[in-house]
């Protein structure tokens, strides 16, 4: 640059070779480092050449005679595909290394063999079954798999006691919003304008204690469980009357959940009409064994007096299998004698009555008596509400009211 | 009969496959095929028949054909033996040899063939070629001969009690065996390959078990994947592998106790 200053000149140097200068030294990194993969390559090439002809040299210097007869060809068939045993092997090989016409004839049936197994299917999918690297990434989908099926598992195995905890709610939205009874015409009558039943206010806390316990004792819920959990706790937390406005569930969940309110239906109008705790645990019991509810008819009554305090209706009256108590028989009489008994009802009570002297080892002298003046009121024809009177008579003051 | 005939005929692809390899020309290879399906119909499908199930019958079809390939081979080129370098070398050597010096196939034909039955040997394949046809002048001059000619000039195997005669020939065999073999493994320094040092480390003591042998055949002759040939011969990959590194390492100490260290390092 003849022309130019000379200051101008050095600078213009100096800003161009400072990048040069690093790309040249990148440059000769890389060309160092290509010559050394290179250097490398040549190195293996020529010590695997140095192997071969070093085997060649060894196979050179001797031709062993072929040991025994050629091989038929059913038996380099059978060799092929690996159907000989291994004594029948050794000498098979042993024959292909001094002759190199079966040794030709191995090589190329060998050849031919791998191909067909390579054209059919199966022996495609076997071979990729085989490699290693199929096999590290089945493995991996299986590990995979079974994870999903187990977490799925006992996520479902969570939605399954969530469901069977669902009848409570139906329940009560069933028995509120259904036909009701005489008798709990009755008794709401008689309430009033009475406050709501503790049972029933504490309903969402109990609820929550429930809630805290599953979730304690179950893991994370799901989406799957989560859709339904929501629903469940805007029923609980919006009370009695907001339940009588169910949500609607949906798919499975909703199934089994509808299935699961039906059966409460089914059993009768036996199931208390309260939604409390402990009532709503003899709900579950009831529902889930109907059998037995049927069976032994006083513990949703009592359950219903426990929660509510007030009579639920009675069922319809069943001879019991179970042994009755005389404090169960005299609730009996109470409670049936709160509303208008019929004629089986006090049937049913000398029956039990009866049964009860039967087993007087039990019971006291005076219970004894006590409960022959009872047979003895039931059995004189009046109508019901004498009855009901002469029965309450004997019973005592007590019988007034609710006997805990 | 009827029903050895239809097996046969549905494995009719494949014989022509393998005839097609064998003779790359159309005609040929057809003509070839119905030599095999006329072999395998001779005596009332005898061959077949004396299948007793210890394969599958397409593997068995399968040697039979090439066997009967062969056949056709030499009823239609007639026999030739090789010379002994030929023989020693094996391989694609003893295949170009048949089909350049027997069969009369062009170089490019030749190559072309051994490529199909040796894949991955197409280079060694063409280098093999020209040498065979400058070392034998004669290669090809007896086409479809029944000839003894060669096999007769080219002493046997040694035999124990030859003439003095027949073991100046087979010192000369060797000898010239082995300046064949400096100037096929060593092109580069074939001034220095002296026969007589190659001789030396051929003969070195070399104690090859059948299975080794047919190990270096196949890996370093026939250009067979290492893990192929392990598989081959009864052996996973890395037993293969083991046994081949081993082989090389023992057939080196063999040169080293017979004082062939320093050839050994010069020549390979």
């Known amino acids: 640059m003849p022309g130019w200053p000379r200051s101008c000149a050095c600078s213009y140097e100096f800003a161009a070779t400072q990048p040069q200068a690093e790309t040249v030294q990148l440059w000769r990194h890389k060309e160092q480092t290509t010559k050394n993969a290179m250097a490398e390559t040549i190195e293996l090439a020529k010590k695997r050449e140095a192997e071969r002809r070093l085997a060649l040299l060894a196979l050179a210097g001797e031709q062993p005679e072929p040991s025994g007869s050629c091989l038929d060809p059913e038996e380099l068939a059978a060799l092929i595909e690996g159907r000989l045993a291994p004594e029948q092997v050794e000498p098979c090989l042993a024959h292909f290394a001094g002759c190199e016409h079966c040794y030709a004839l191995w090589l190329q049936l060998n050849r031919e063999w791998q191909e067909q197994a390579g054209r059919s299917g199966r022996n495609r999918l076997r071979r990729l079954i085989s490699r290693p690297r199929f096999l590290a990434a089945a493995g991996s989908l299986l590990a995979a798999a079974a994870s999903i099926a187990v977490f799925l598992n006992i996520t479902t195995q969570v939605d399954r006691q969530a469901l069977t905890r669902l009848p409570k709610q139906p329940v009560q939205e069933q028995v509120l919003s259904g036909p009701v009874t005489e008798s709990s015409d009755k008794t709401i009558a008689k309430q009033g304008s009475a406050p709501p039943p503790p049972a029933a206010a504490k309903h969402p806390s109990e609820q929550s204690r429930m809630k805290e316990q599953a979730a304690v004792s179950a893991p994370p819920l799901t989406e799957g469980s989560k859709k339904i959990a929501p629903t469940r706790t805007d029923r609980n937390e919006s009370g009695a009357l907001d339940a009588a406005v169910p949500a609607q569930p949906t798919g499975l969940a909703a199934k089994q959940e509808r299935r699961v309110a039906q059966i409460p239906a089914e059993i009768g109008e036996s199931v208390p009409a309260n939604a409390g705790m402990m009532a709503e645990k003899k709900e579950q019991e009831a529902t889930s064994l109907p059998e037995k509810s049927a069976a032994t008819p006083k513990a949703a009554p009592q359950a219903a007096l426990r929660a509510t305090g007030t009579p639920a209706p009675l069922p319809a009256p069943v001879v019991e299998a179970a042994p009755l108590t005389l404090a169960d028989w005299h609730n009996r009489i109470r409670v049936g004698c709160q509303g208008q008994p019929g004629p089986d009802f006090f049937a049913t009570l000398t029956t039990q009555g009866k049964q009860l002297l039967r087993q007087s080892a039990a019971l006291h002298k005076e219970e004894q008596r006590q409960i022959e003046r009872l047979l003895a009121a039931l059995g004189n024809q009046q109508s019901a509400g004498q009855q009901c009177r002469a029965l309450l008579e004997i019973l005592g003051p007590a019988a007034q009211g609710p006997k805990q | ?268």
């Open chain 2, 1 to 268: 009969m009827n029903s050895w005939r239809e097996q046969t005929l549905t494995h009719w692809e494949m014989i022509n496959r393998l005839a097609g390899r064998r003779f790359h020309q159309v005609e040929l290879a057809e003509e070839a095929a119905l030599f095999v399906m006329d072999g395998l119909a001779q005596d009332d499908w005898s061959r077949l028949r004396a299948f007793t199930g210890r394969s599958t019958l397409a593997t068995y079809i399968g040697a039979l054909t090439l066997r009967l390939l062969e056949d056709f081979a030499r009823a239609r080129f007639g026999r030739i033996k090789p010379p002994l370098w030929v023989r020693r070398l094996g391989g694609i050597w003893l295949t170009l040899f048949h089909l350049l010096c027997l069969e009369r196939f062009s170089p490019d034909e030749a190559i072309a063939l051994v490529g199909d039955r040796h894949p991955g040997q197409a280079k060694a394949a063409e280098e093999a070629a020209y040498r065979l046809l400058g070392e034998i002048a004669s290669c090809g001059e007896h086409r479809g001969e029944q000839t003894e000619l060669i096999e007769e000039t080219i002493p046997a195997d040694p035999v124990e009690e030859c003439s003095a005669q027949e073991h100046r020939l087979e010192q000369e065999e060797r000898h010239h065996l082995f300046t064949i073999l400096g100037r096929i493994f060593f092109d580069d320094a074939a001034s220095e390959a002296d026969p007589r040092l190659l001789e030396r480390i051929a003969t070195a003591g070399f104690s090859l078990e059948p299975k080794e042998r047919l190990l270096l055949k196949l890996c370093y002759r026939d250009g067979v994947a290492v893990a192929e040939a392990g598989r081959m011969l009864g052996w996973n990959r890395y037993q293969v592998h083991g046994r081949l590194r081993r082989l090389l390492e023992r057939l080196r100490q063999d040169l080293a106790n017979a004082g062939l260290a320093e050839e050994l390092r010069l020549l390979l």
